[in-house]
């Protein structure tokens, strides 16, 4: 597969104005973070390139065309999804991927689709853009260079230990915990302690 076929000029900008620069500059970090988990853990690096550089393209910063889009083009989202644009934006970006930047890979498209809740069984290209994507270098909360340093050793702790934090944050305030997040937290407990 040639990723230039989507990381081009021309759909770089179009991802630039859909999500705004900083989320632009945001996805080109968690690009370059990714590809250093892919030479760590043996993955292709243009999937992990690609699939990190459209990672969020579905988080527009006009989330009244988004909707609009949804409706235009019938497309299906959970009630909780429809609800909360942080949890959509990841299915929303999978579909966006495929309709508006032609991304047709599998692999690709699950990874943008889970990177926010994680999923159980992931595959090793799901779990690098959900790591990269918490801690590209311009990510700044505590811990965070711990965790990065974590992911370089053992991604399936360090993927443990993200989704704890997140399931706390989520409950402290307040906030729907989608099913999919505790399956997946319950299994990376599982297999990082078989891995013991
Ligand atoms: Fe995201
Ligand atoms: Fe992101």
Redesign the pocket.
Known sequence: MKIMTYINEENLKILKDDIGEYRFNHSLEVAKEAETLANIYGVDKDLAKLAATF??C??WEDRDRAYKFIKLNGLKYSDEEMDNF?LL??PF?ADIARLKYGIDNREVLNAIKY??TMIKDATMLEKIIYVA?ATEHTRKYEGVKELRELSYIDIDKAILKSLDETIISLTKHNKYIGTTTVDARNYFLKITKSNN
Request: cysteine-free; proline content about 0%; overall charge negative.
């Open positions: 990672h969020d579905g988080k942080q934006h990841a970006g990177h926010t994507d």
